[in-house]
């Protein structure tokens, strides 16, 4: 998606004696002129934040090839000693094969010279054509191009701008790493400032260049530091003409749809655990000094109610025992993947009250929150680091935001509103379903014209870009649009079984079509609404990773059936309840 950002000077960062103006220049293209004006109180919390932000933006946890030049100095050495032995020993048999090489040439020649013929003329019109081939190279160009501005210079790498929120309530920062899996959301607090003029609501992209960076780093305790966000620019008086920046970006898909997808992920219900900053210094001290060289790569968090949490960190087999106590009802384990994208928190811990972490599930995302007192940082995880927010899981279908729903009437409404939780959108629409509403509000994220906010669970009116996403980016995908489809057969074969473990066995047949088998599909929920085990006899889910990471249509299906009947109460164990028996206990 190409898109233009207009900046009228870039940002700055204006120091005049113990008083520092931090200017963030807004997008001028947009539609909503957003203007922001407020002295801090904790400028250093601030700036830490920030920078930390910025270092989520540049942060590349993938796979770097690695140079080895001892290796290919031994190789040629290797080489030149077995040549030299080969000389030494093995003149005659050398010859011989020589010669014996050359009387199989010399019949081959004369069987296959028309052949050859005709492949000098081959070869020699492919070279005339390739001399014509405008997009010859032309992909390996553009990858050296961007490595090298990478590698050279981190400021003209950075394109993908930090996106700004000015709300009733809050300021707030979102942000999205190189390689799309790790999402970054500062929540500043309206409390966390002196208002100095009436803010305008809206949203916007800033210039947080490399050089502003450097300047923040300077704050000091005994600066006065007053926040603006203002579309006109800002002007030094020195009489000097700011300058004007324009970027013209192509937005990868996957950048838009991922940032899309996260707030999908927030929504969905998991099992949040509170951490002291000693106990996430623990970890993060942990990281910083192992390396680990070999597979496997996880921590596993071995989580028993009413009991210290634990983590054993592979392949080392070290466990380390946190302060926190698991308040969960089941005891449970989550492996963590990509682990060493913790250590982008590192910067808040002396900054931070506590960390709330919160699991989805095995092969699901993370998010962790780090309270600042009147500041906010949600940080999301995906389920590991060489996988980004638009691989396998859908995580819309998974919450239940499929379909267009009454997406005109949301999106008028919390462009109103700006900000509601789930249940007062839903009050508002009382006359319609439920699954219609939350079809609307999954739009609105699908469109980048809202987010979940974890920290209050709240739905926020934001507009990603300065101008509407393309009709492809977020319509209706094939996945959901077979969702749909098996959604009305879920229920005819359904079976629940309910486990000693208080575990929910939900399984389904869904029938073929003529000589196609039935697929038999079944998800095992465990008290806190986590998937503990999956399985499905289609051929789609049997190539996957078989996990939820990979679900297929049925896994879907079955799932959003399942989630509405996790509160079902004085079930009797192992007993097998068709969806009949339940139906008469709801009634």
């Given at each position: 998606?190409?898109?233009?950002?207009?900046?009228?000077?870039?940002?700055?960062?204006?120091q005049?004696?113990?008083k520092?103006m931090?200017?963030?220049?807004?997008?001028?293209?947009?539609?909503e002129?957003?203007?922001?004006?407020?002295?801090?109180?904790?400028?250093?919390?601030?700036?830490?934040?920030?920078?930390?932000?910025r270092?989520?933006?540049i942060?590349d946890?993938s796979?770097q090839?690695k140079?080895?030049?001892e290796?290919?100095?031994?190789?040629?050495?290797?080489?030149?000693?077995?040549i030299k032995?080969?000389?030494?020993?093995?003149?005659?048999?050398?010859?011989?094969?020589?010669?014996?090489?050359?009387v199989?040439?010399?019949?081959?020649?004369?069987?296959?010279?028309?052949?050859?013929?005709?492949?000098?003329?081959?070869?020699?019109?492919?070279?005339?054509?390739?001399?014509y081939d405008?997009?010859k190279?032309?992909?390996?160009?553009?990858r050296?191009f961007?490595?090298?501005?990478?590698?050279?210079?981190?400021?003209?790498?950075f394109?993908?701008?930090?996106?700004?929120?000015?709300?009733?309530?809050?300021?707030?920062?979102e942000?999205?790493?190189?390689?799309?899996?790790?999402?970054?959301?500062l929540?500043?607090?309206?409390?966390?400032?002196?208002?100095?003029?009436e803010?305008?609501l809206?949203?916007?992209?800033?210039d947080?260049?490399?050089?502003?960076?450097?300047?923040?780093?300077?704050?000091?305790?005994?600066?006065?530091v007053t926040?603006?966000i203002?579309?006109?620019?800002?002007?030094?008086?020195?009489?000097?003409?700011?300058?004007?920046?324009?970027?013209?970006?192509?937005?990868p898909?996957?950048?838009?749809?991922?940032?899309?997808q996260?707030?999908?992920a927030?929504?969905?219900?998991g099992?949040?655990?509170?951490?002291t900053p000693?106990?996430m210094?623990?970890?993060?001290?942990?990281?910083?000094?192992?390396?680990?060289?070999?597979?496997?790569?996880?921590?596993k968090?071995?989580?028993?109610?009413?009991?210290?949490v634990?983590?054993v960190?592979?392949p080392?087999?070290t466990v380390l025992?946190?302060?926190?106590?698991?308040?969960?009802k089941?005891?449970?384990?989550e492996?963590?993947?990509?682990?060493?994208?913790?250590?982008t928190?590192?910067k808040?811990i002396?900054?931070?009250?506590a960390f709330?972490?919160?699991?989805?599930?095995?092969?699901?995302p993370q998010?962790?929150?780090a309270?600042?007192?009147t500041?906010?940082?949600?940080?999301?995880?995906?389920?590991?680091?060489?996988?980004?927010?638009v691989k396998?899981t859908a995580?819309?279908?998974?919450?239940?935001?499929?379909?267009?729903?009454?997406y005109?009437?949301?999106?008028?409404?919390l462009?109103?509103?700006?900000?509601?939780s789930?249940?007062?959108?839903?009050?508002?629409?009382?006359e319609?379903?439920?699954d219609?509403?939350?079809?609307?509000?999954?739009m609105?994220?699908?469109k980048?014209?809202?987010y979940?906010?974890v920290?209050?669970?709240?739905v926020?009116f934001?507009?990603l870009?300065?101008e509407?996403?393309?009709?492809?980016?977020?319509?209706?995908?094939?996945?959901?649009?077979?969702?749909?489809?098996?959604?009305?057969?879920t229920?005819?074969n359904m079976?629940?079984?309910?486990?000693?473990?208080?575990?929910f066995?939900?399984?389904t047949v869904?029938?073929?079509n003529?000589?196609?088998?039935p697929?038999?599909?079944?998800?095992?929920?465990?008290?806190?609404?986590?998937?503990?085990?999956?399985d499905?006899?289609?051929?789609?889910f049997?190539?996957?990773a078989?996990?939820?990471?990979e679900?297929c249509?049925?896994?879907?299906?079955?799932?959003v059936?399942?989630?509405?009947l996790?509160?079902?109460e004085?079930l009797?164990?192992n007993?097998?309840?068709?969806?009949?028996?339940i139906m008469?206990?709801?009634?």
């Amino acid at each position: 998606m190409q898109v233009n950002y207009k900046y009228a000077s870039p940002s700055q960062c204006i120091q005049n004696n113990d008083k520092t103006m931090l200017g963030f220049s807004a997008d001028s293209s947009r539609s909503e002129a957003v203007s922001f004006s407020g002295k801090l109180k904790h400028p250093l919390v601030f700036r830490d934040a920030m920078l930390m932000l910025r270092d989520i933006v540049i942060s590349d946890m993938s796979q770097q090839t690695k140079e080895r030049p001892e290796y290919f100095e031994w190789l040629n050495e290797e080489i030149e000693r077995r040549i030299k032995a080969h000389k030494e020993y093995a003149p005659k048999v050398r010859q011989a094969l020589k010669e014996k090489m050359d009387v199989c040439d010399k019949e081959i020649a004369e069987q296959n010279e028309e052949i050859t013929k005709l492949s000098k003329i081959k070869t020699q019109l492919q070279k005339e054509i390739d001399q014509y081939d405008a997009w010859k190279d032309y992909y390996k160009i553009e990858r050296d191009f961007w490595k090298f501005l990478r590698d050279r210079d981190y400021d003209l790498w950075f394109v993908l701008d930090p996106v700004i929120t000015v709300h009733k309530d809050q300021v707030s920062f979102e942000a999205f790493s190189i390689d799309e899996s790790t999402y970054g959301c500062l929540s500043v607090d309206m409390k966390e400032f002196e208002l100095l003029q009436e803010p305008e609501l809206g949203t916007t992209n800033i210039d947080f260049s490399a050089k502003l960076e450097k300047e923040m780093q300077r704050f000091r305790s005994y600066t006065d530091v007053t926040l603006n966000i203002n579309s006109g620019g800002f002007v030094i008086d020195n009489d000097i003409v700011p300058e004007y920046v324009e970027k013209k970006i192509d937005l990868p898909e996957t950048w838009i749809k991922g940032f899309n997808q996260v707030s999908s992920a927030a929504a969905l219900d998991g099992i949040e655990i509170e951490l002291t900053p000693a106990d996430m210094y623990d970890i993060c001290a942990f990281l910083r000094k192992h390396k680990e060289k070999k597979s496997p790569r996880y921590m596993k968090w071995i989580l028993e109610p009413q009991k210290r949490v634990q983590i054993v960190f592979e392949p080392f087999g070290t466990v380390l025992t946190l302060n926190a106590i698991y308040q969960g009802k089941q005891k449970r384990e989550e492996k963590i993947w990509g682990r060493r994208r913790w250590l982008t928190v590192e910067k808040l811990i002396p900054l931070s009250k506590a960390f709330y972490v919160r699991f989805l599930g095995f092969g699901m995302p993370q998010f962790i929150r780090a309270d600042m007192g009147t500041m906010f940082m949600t940080v999301g995880f995906s389920s590991w680091s060489s996988n980004d927010w638009v691989k396998g899981t859908a995580f819309n279908i998974m919450a239940g935001f499929t379909g267009n729903g009454n997406y005109k009437d949301v999106y008028s409404l919390l462009k109103k509103e700006r900000s509601l939780s789930m249940e007062e959108i839903f009050d508002h629409f009382k006359e319609e379903k439920k699954d219609k509403v939350k079809a609307g509000i999954g739009m609105l994220f699908r469109k980048g014209e809202a987010y979940f906010d974890v920290l209050n669970d709240k739905v926020r009116f934001r507009q990603l870009c300065n101008e509407p996403i393309p009709v492809e980016l977020y319509a209706i995908t094939n996945m959901e649009k077979e969702v749909q489809k098996l959604s009305k057969k879920t229920f005819d074969n359904m079976t629940i079984l309910y486990t000693p473990k208080k575990e929910f066995v939900f399984s389904t047949v869904y029938k073929g079509n003529g000589w196609q088998a039935p697929d038999r599909t079944s998800i095992t929920i465990d008290q806190d609404g986590q998937i503990v085990k999956l399985d499905c006899s289609c051929s789609t889910f049997k190539r996957g990773a078989r996990n939820i990471s990979e679900p297929c249509a049925h896994i879907l299906a079955l799932y959003v059936a399942a989630y509405k009947l996790l509160k079902l109460e004085n079930l009797e164990y192992n007993k097998q309840y068709k969806i009949n028996d339940i139906m008469e206990m709801l009634l």
